[in-house]
């Protein structure tokens, strides 16, 4: 036999850039090619060689197309984040390159420099590892590829078969103290921290002009060039920072369709709300007259509650009807009157003299409010238009993508599934496969235990062992030195001892997990061909119900039956960013569980923090008016905990449950409770009324939640005073990562200002400006955020969007017109009645009234030939359970004290309110019924055009790589086997560390190591990757393996 035969019948095939994939010996009795699942890639299933033939010359290879398309040379050096040029910096990072050289603001310059600057080399030799890695030539053919790194023990770093240092992944041997480096970090800040673009060829090497005037110029004149957004961390291609304000709205995208259809929401309810204001001048116009308000508002300041409903012209009238001690009425609305004459007493309630309900008013409200509907439709169909339009411009592993939800448990060969739907579906060419295990609690057991062991590395003393003796010994030391202080501070704190406690609890429990069996849960399926995926998805559109049942008759097409007996359920799944692996198998009533308690929560402390508004309000209206604020900033983390207990499978789902948390608190305690706490009477009160608070609630959202979105004082401290001080690399850049984007909370605050706009839009017209300018200003913070200083978001999908128009929309157009209903009928608001006869002698004459509740004694002049009022209750809300007050019509009214234009008014937007309430039930029941019936049917429309992308083609894709976020490292643990992956597949890249180091599979491989353990299925997820080929190297490889 040949020298390249005995090489090839160890069972290994080592491909390079030209070759197809990795496989490896099946049949190794190592215990730990039992847990990681082999990659092994059957040739048997290969397509038919012009299938897969890509380019037009037959020679070209893939990696050679991938050469041409980005216009560089892959051997090229990697670009050098440290020497960017100042211009392209972030202004926080030149500020810190400043200030790094004293010590007060860097105390890492204390370090001597013969210890500061061996980690960075070390660091510097796994890059140019991780870089040569990348691009190491083929083997020639017939040879094995040589491993870069040897194992002698756990931990340990040594050469071999190579001149560089390859880094090892946890557990290390012992601690090591790695001086962190501030320059590092804030590269980590600009190049991964934030999003960049590829800087287009054609503008790479023009130099920058000094004029700002000619740059501001040259931005504007390519606000509409496309954009290709890149990987975090990309050292092959010159990047920029997007611009906050220049990059087109249709890029915006680039983070995700949830995302682009969030800033097209925001500009849309803009301009709409804009529009609607200026249909509404009128009543602006009317409420800011003498004819409404005899003594209209002169504070300046105050300019568009001048244009509201408030009244000013009041008078004292006697009320011997009345209650002084009635709370309803409100502070200064109701006093004891005092006859100067006769010094008799009697109770005298302030009447507001002004008539808002008219013909006019009431019409041009309702005007408005069927343009507010006749918007939303449409920009319901611009939202519509704009996914096709975010899809089409952003090609991304979804669009090539379907997840299998019910595959056969021991349908875990990859070949398989390329085999089956290439020989069903018409040569559908499979280019990525990942087979899901149901092995959740393994990974966040993993998750936890290199959490755990990291922070423990961090406690001990520089270079101590960390085998478990080693630890037991010091962990039992400082546990017998410990007091009833340091007892106390463990509780709050764990130390060194509950550390490794539960470290030990979780090696055992992962020994044990490992030795159990793990049938395949989901197989996500990523196709070479956009065109492959919508087929499979129109072949196999089937209901779920269907599909669990196994009943084939409902397929059309017996050939597509996985086996030949097999119903597959498939949809097109989330983005491989926003699964959640740890989460990804959880049962669906375990699910509803969580979420049903979690619910339960929620509306317990929107109950709670109500009444605690409601004491609040009692003692002082201002007091409640800082309560609201307070509540409506803490209730999010509150929400966010909430929602940490239950089980997502994925991020779009775990938003989608956020916001509906978050929604329900703050409209309930920003627009429903304000209203509750209010007393009726204080509706148009100019001091402390109704519409006051609605105005300060207003600014305080334009000005102060604004401005501290923008200066970001979390964020500063975080990159200028923690991260200077870190003691790790890892800690050091989380510290650059920004403050999380929450998805939910943007569309709660945006869906927060418009429930306020339209839940008072019939007394405070002036709202819809407020409501515009407020939201056109969160859209440039918002992307000045986004692009600077939040986190870097998963890519949502459309859900979030649909979720918010489909529910909370109409209940905003639902609140609009019943309010609209109850503010019209309940003018003029002071619960005073005209008896239409004169007062009488009885209470002529001259009085001193003395307010409740504050404010001034008053000289009230009363004549015989005055009207005579009597309470009567005009709110509607406080109607008796068995009197009839809904809808809120004139016919329900207890006493007369509506005019005839009012009672017209009142009539009209009662019937228009019951109206929207059946319009918008008979829609939640129709889209219910449309859910309910895809469970036997299927619902798969492809969106877009098919772009005639190919998957291997385009820049800066992912795969669907299992992977889980840490809070203690600043890129996520990988949670399958990353040797034989390409690269490529990961959406981000660690300039200093290797895949391995993220790699949870080899903290298996050391706590399983002499162990027998074999089991019949996999114990981690396992991914596979089919890269295209030429004819050449494709015959080659077949050849080579006939051979064997």
């Known amino acids: 036999m040949a020298e390249s035969d005995k090489a090839d019948s160890d069972g290994y095939f080592t491909a390079g850039d030209d070759d197809e994939v990795t496989t490896s010996q099946s049949g190794d009795s190592d215990s730990v090619k039992d847990l990681k699942g082999s990659n092994v890639n059957s040739f048997e299933a290969m397509p038919p060689e012009e299938e897969i033939v890509f380019g037009t010359d037959e020679s070209s290879s893939f990696s050679e197309i991938q050469k041409n398309r980005s216009g560089q040379n892959t051997a090229n050096d990697s670009i050098d984040f440290l020497q960017d040029p100042e211009h392209e910096m972030t202004w926080g990072r030149r500020i810190a390159l400043g200030l790094m050289k004293y010590k ?18 070390i660091a510097a030799e796994a890059t140019a590892s991780e870089s040569l890695r990348r691009r190491r030539p083929a083997p020639p053919s017939g040879k094995k590829a040589a491993s870069n790194v040897n194992r ?48 287009p060829p054609s503008e790479r090497n023009k130099a920058k002009s000094k004029n700002i005037f000619t740059r501001v110029l040259h931005r504007f004149q390519k606000a509409d060039k496309r954009l290709d957004r890149a990987e975090p961390g990309e050292k092959t291609l010159p990047t920029r920072l997007y611009r906050p304000v220049f990059t087109p709205h249709k890029q915006l995208g680039d983070w995700g369709l949830g995302i682009g259809l969030y800033f097209s929401t925001l500009r849309a309810i803009t301009i709409m709300t804009f529009l609607a204001g200026i249909l509404n001048i009128p009543n602006f116009m009317y409420f800011s007259s003498d004819e409404y308000n005899e003594n209209p508002l002169e504070d ?63 019409m041009v409200s309702l005007a408005t409010f069927f343009f507010l509907i006749l918007g939303m439709f449409v920009t319901y169909l611009w939202l519509q238009k704009m996914t096709v339009a975010f899809d089409e411009d952003e090609q991304t592993a979804q669009d090539y993508s379907v997840v299998v939800l019910n595959p056969p448990g021991d349908a875990t060969d990859a070949a398989e599934w390329r085999k089956f739907f290439f ?110 995926q919508r087929r499979v998805l129109s072949a196999l559109n089937v209901g779920s119900i269907p599909a669990k049942r196994n009943k084939i008759s409902k397929i059309s097409n017996p050939q597509h039956l996985f086996r030949d007996q097999f119903l597959l359920h498939v949809k097109e799944p989330d983005e491989p960013d926003t699964v959640r692996w740890q989460d990804l198998n959880e049962k669906f009533k375990e699910r509803m569980k969580q979420q049903a308690l979690t619910t ?25 008016a800082y309560a609201i604020a ?53 509706t148009l009160e100019n001091e402390d009324g109704l519409i006051s608070q609605i105005y300060a609630l207003f600014f305080a959202e334009i000005v102060t939640t604004t401005g501290l979105q923008l200066a970001d004082p979390v964020g500063h401290l975080q990159r200028h005073i923690l991260a200077p001080r870190a003691k790790t690399q890892d800690a050091m850049n989380l510290c650059m990562q920004g403050q999380p984007f929450e998805l939910a909370e943007r569309y709660t605050n945006m869906t927060k200002i418009l429930f306020l706009t339209v839940f008072y839009l019939s007394i405070f017209p002036g709202a819809l400006f407020l409501c515009s300018f407020a939201l056109f200003v969160n859209y440039f913070t918002d992307r000045f955020s986004l692009m600077r200083t939040w986190k870097r978001a998963p890519n949502y999908g459309p859900r979030m969007s649909e979720f918010s128009r489909t529910y909370f929309i109409p209940c905003a157009m639902v609140a609009c017109a019943v309010m609209g209903s109850y503010f019209w009928a309940g003018f003029p608001f002071d619960n005073l009645c005209n008896q239409n006869t004169e007062i009488g002698q009885e209470f002529a004459g001259s009085w001193l009234v003395d307010p409740k509740g504050g404010g001034s004694n008053v ?9 005579a009022f009597d309470y009567c209750l005009q709110d509607f809300f406080r109607y008796g359970r068995d009197d009839e007050s809904f809808p809120f019509i004139s016919k329900f009214q207890k006493e007369q004290w509506m005019t005839d234009e009012q009672e017209t008014v009142t009539d009209v937007w009662g019937w228009t309110s019951v109206g929207v309430i059946l319009l918008v039930v008979l829609k939640l029941l129709r889209g219910w019924w449309s859910s309910f019936w895809h469970l036997f049917k299927g619902s798969y429309e492809p969106c877009g055009q098919d772009q005639k992308i190919n998957f291997s083609e385009v820049p800066s894709i992912s795969a669907y790589v299992p992977q889980v976020e840490s809070n203690l490292f600043s890129y996520p643990l990988v949670a399958c086997e990353v040797d034989e992956i390409d690269p490529n597949l990961f959406d981000w890249t660690d300039p200093d560390r290797p895949f391995s180091f993220y790699d949870l599979t080899k903290d298996a491989e050391v706590l399983l190591k002499g162990t027998d353990v074999a089991s019949k299925f996999s114990v981690f997820s396992q991914i596979t990757h089919w890269s295209p080929l030429s004819r050449s190297s494709r015959k080659s490889s077949e050849q080579n393996i006939e051979d064997c």
Not at 108 to 115: G, H, L
Not at 602 to 617: D, P, Q
Not at 636 to 651: N, R, Y
């Open 630 to 682: 307070i509540f409506n900033t803490v209730f999010p983390m509150v929400a966010k905990f909430l929602t940490s207990f239950e089980a997502h499978a994925s991020e779009g789902s775990k938003q989608r449950s956020l916001y509906f948390k978050i929604a329900l608190f703050r409209w309930v305690n920003t627009a429903i409770v304000i209203t509750v706490i209010t007393p009726f009477t204080l």
């Open 423 to 532: 020989d069903r579906f018409d040569g559908a060419l499979l280019t990525v496969c990942t087979i899901a295990v149901d092995n959740d609690l393994l990974v966040r057991c993993l998750v936890e235990r290199r959490e755990k062991l990291r922070q423990l590395e961090m406690m001990v003393e520089d270079g101590t062992s960390l085998d478990v003796l080693t630890l037991s010994r010091i962990a039992a030391k400082q546990e017998r030195e410990r007091r009833f202080f340091g007892r106390l501070m463990a509780s709050i704190s764990p130390g060194i001892p509950e550390l490794f406690a539960r470290l030990v609890v979780l090696t055992a429990k992962i020994q044990g997990l490992a030795q159990q069996d793990y049938p395949a849960s989901k197989i996500f399926l990523t196709f070479e061909r956009e065109a492959d």
């Open 300 to 362: 300046v300041s105050k300019r568009l509650l001048g244009g509201s409903a408030i009244c000013t012209d009041t008078t004292w009238i006697p009320c011997p009807s009345c209650n002084e001690n009635d709370k309803h009425f409100g502070d200064g609305r109701i006093g004891v009157g005092i006859n100067l004459s006769t010094g008799e007493e009697t109770t005298f309630a302030r009447r507001n003299n002004c008539d808002g309900t008219t013909i006019q008013t009431g």
């Open 859 to 867: 000289t009230v002049s009363v004549a015989t030939t005055d009207d």
């Open 600 to 624: 339960f929560c929620t509306f317990g402390a929107v109950a709670l923090i109500a009444f605690i508004v409601r004491l609040c309000n009692d003692s002082s209206v201002t007091g409640a």
């Open 152 to 199: 002698s023990e756990p931990g340990e770093l040594v050469r071999a078969n190579s001149s560089f240092l390859a880094a090892e992944a946890y557990p290390f041997s012992r601690a090591t103290r790695e001086t962190p480096s501030l320059e590092r970090a804030w590269a980590y800040f600009d190049h991964v921290a934030l999003p960049r673009c590829v800087v």
């Open 104 to 121: 007060w603001y860097n105390p890492q310059i204390a370090t001597p420099k013969d210890e500061k600057d061996e980690p960075q080399e």
